[in-house]
């Protein structure tokens, strides 16, 4: 525990009421599962710490500020957030190739809610331009939100087979294209479990096989669209190399918010082509899903955009992936079949025995072509060499 974090539970030792004992017990529990919480892509470094102290004295946790409202077009009816908001998309915008004064976006409530806007707003988009409704293509390795949303929007949904490594398969998406109707595809730039990255350039060359099919192509990045743009593999999310309209990132996952958050990302033009809803009292259009919506998670993550430098966030990502490969060849050296994909920091192995699995809180899936029943450790931030070499380590003793 560093300082700042033990001065918290000092503090909340000398109060007496019992609530406070019962979340300070409650909270040392989750305290002691922090550093093994290997399972998902949740980063446990939180750069939060002085947030909370300049927060506590700021007054504003004593006021409710309500980002209702659409942060590139401010209205100063509730107290909000909704400049810090507009600041976060600026700052992220061009990461993914969105030009400044041609991005529009929002900070979501999570990776789901941005696909939720994605699917919503490309639908929308499509029926603008075209009269038809779109049928949605997803890979069955995707994150499950999008066979969720689809039902949830009431889309035509072809869920199209992944292979080996968890990436939609080309030949596959031609046999299910259909031609007479639009599409609206998510790419999954890093499914949930593999790591799987979507070929978007194979997709491509077949939609580009059919001029007649207008396409909407929305980016489901919630974890890899974090650290990808700081790497060699900054292609992929960059809409200037691949040319998608939307994008969804996760705000809790690489970035390190507290509570669970996103970005969603997209264009002028495909703003400006959705449904109108003109609200007399909000004084403005309102095109995102939400009415109410957080005005704490968009200082959140202003605050750790304006504390981490370009070269900070190098340096996790590229630390997460080289770890990975460590962790991967730890694995390959004791002999235990363990998988790892190309832009990932997801290393997937086979299932190691209950009790190991439940220590590291691993999320459990099964592949009959890999042999059965599997697991995977998501190398975060939080995640270091000293950790990964105990559970190695407890695998290796395992095999006795
Ligand atoms: C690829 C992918 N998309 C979407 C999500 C959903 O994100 P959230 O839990 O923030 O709704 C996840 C969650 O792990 C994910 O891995």
Redesign the pocket.
């Known amino acids: 525990m560093t300082n700042s974090e033990n001065n918290n539970v000092l503090n909340n030792a000398e109060n007496e009421d019992p609530c406070v004992a019962r979340l300070d017990e409650y909270a040392g529990t989750l305290f002691a599962k922090k550093n093994r919480a290997f399972g998902y892509?949740i980063n446990h470094k939180s750069r939060l710490v002085q947030f909370y102290k300049w927060l506590s004295g700021s007054g504003l946790n004593l006021a409710m500020a309500n980002n209702a409202g659409d942060p590139f077009n401010i209205h100063d009816g509730l107290l909000n957030t909704l400049v810090f908001e507009r600041e976060v998309i600026e700052m992220m915008g061009p990461l993914y190739g969105f030009d400044l004064g041609d991005t529009w976006g929002i900070v979501t409530f999570?990776?789901?809610?941005g696909?939720n806007h994605g699917i919503y707003f490309g639908t929308n988009y499509i029926v603008k331009k075209t009269k038809q409704r779109p049928v949605l293509y997803v890979s069955d390795a995707?994150?499950y939100?999008s066979m969720r949303l689809a039902n949830l929007q009431n889309l035509e949904l072809k869920l199209i087979p992944s292979d080996i490594h968890g990436c939609m398969i080309p030949e596959e998406f031609e046999k299910a294209l259909v031609p007479d109707k639009p599409a609206l595809v998510v790419f999954?730039m890093?499914?949930?479990f593999k790591g799987g990255v979507d070929d978007q350039a194979a997709i491509n060359a077949i939609l580009a096989k059919h001029p007649e099919i207008p396409v909407y192509r929305h980016v489901?990045a919630?974890?890899f669209g974090g650290y990808l743009p700081y790497t060699r593999f900054k292609d992929v999310v960059y809409r200037k190399v691949q040319p998608f309209d939307s994008i969804a990132i996760?705000g809790?996952k690489f970035f390190g918010i507290d509570e669970?958050a996103?970005v969603f990302l997209t264009s002028m033009e495909v703003k400006n082509n959705q449904i109108p809803f003109e609200i007399s009292y909000l004084n403005a259009s309102m095109p995102m899903i939400n009415c109410s919506r957080s005005a704490m998670s968009p200082l959140k993550l202003w605050w750790i955009l304006k504390h981490t430098t370009k070269e900070d966030f190098t340096e996790q990502s590229e630390g997460m992936l080289e770890r990975a490969q460590w962790l991967k060849g730890a694995l390959d050296e004791i002999g235990w079949p363990a998988w790892l994909e190309p832009m990932s920091n997801t290393v997937y192995f086979k299932r190691p025995v209950e009790e190991i699995a439940d220590r590291y809180g691993l999320a459990p899936d099964h592949d009959d072509r890999l042999g059965g029943d599997l697991s995977h450790i998501v190398v975060m931030q939080h995640v270091t060499k000293d950790r990964l070499q105990v559970f190695v380590d407890a695998v290796k003793d395992s095999i006795g």
């Open positions: 892509p999570s990776g789901t809610d696909n995707a994150h939100s999954a890093g499914t949930t489901d919630a974890l996760s809790h669970p996103g």
